[in-house]
């Protein structure tokens, strides 16, 4: 029996897709960085994976969040996965956090636990709100002639 979007699950999807959006992350950081660069900034690593968040890059992760919001309606495309992929998302950039300054955050008072729970927010409802948009889009039946038409 065939429903509409059957679910099916599929690892290599899955991983590919997260490592999309991880790569659409950083990229986004990255040019970001280098963009805000011109105004006497002075882009390190460390200013993207330090758990002590300057202002200047607290304003770029958040920009980088909202375009991986749209990130995720043109790679995931399904709304109700949007909150599995933006905790996914944070969660690894935590991982990789901890392994670039080979600790563990010592304190839940870090300034860059708050930006990360309000990034994954914002990242899951605008992500949602792009999907829906586009979930809901109308299917255009009618199109050109058809390779049965004689």
Request: with cysteine.
């Given at each position: 029996?065939?429903?509409?979007r059957t679910f099916?699950?599929?690892?290599?999807?899955?991983?590919g897709?997260?490592?999309?959006?991880?790569?659409?992350?950083?990229?986004?950081?990255?040019?970001?960085?280098?963009?805000?660069?011109v105004?006497?900034?002075?882009?390190?690593?460390?200013?993207?994976?330090?758990?002590?968040?300057?202002?200047?890059?607290?304003?770029?992760?958040?920009?980088?969040?909202?375009?991986?919001?749209?990130a995720?309606?043109?790679?995931?495309?399904?709304?109700?996965h949007?909150l599995?992929?933006a905790?996914?998302?944070?969660?690894?950039?935590?991982?990789i956090?901890?392994?670039y300054?080979?600790?563990l955050?010592?304190?839940?008072?870090c300034k860059?636990?708050?930006?990360?729970?309000?990034g994954?927010?914002?990242?899951?409802?605008l992500?949602?709100y792009?999907?829906?948009?586009?979930?809901?889009q109308?299917?255009k039946?009618s199109?050109g002639p058809s390779?049965?038409?004689?």
């Amino acid at each position: 029996m065939s429903s509409f979007r059957t679910f099916i699950w599929d690892p290599f999807l899955l991983l590919g897709q997260m490592a999309c959006l991880q790569s659409v992350f950083y990229t986004a950081q990255s040019i970001l960085m280098v963009l805000y660069g011109v105004t006497g900034y002075e882009p390190y690593l460390s200013h993207i994976f330090s758990f002590q968040m300057l202002r200047s890059s607290a304003v770029i992760q958040l920009l980088s969040v909202l375009l991986c919001s749209y990130a995720l309606s043109m790679i995931v495309q399904r709304a109700k996965h949007c909150l599995d992929f933006a905790c996914t998302l944070h969660f690894f950039h935590l991982l990789i956090c901890c392994l670039y300054n080979q600790a563990l955050p010592t304190s839940l008072s870090c300034k860059d636990f708050p930006l990360q729970i309000f990034g994954a927010i914002i990242c899951t409802i605008l992500g949602e709100y792009l999907c829906m948009r586009v979930e809901s889009q109308e299917i255009k039946l009618s199109g050109g002639p058809s390779k049965y038409d004689l």
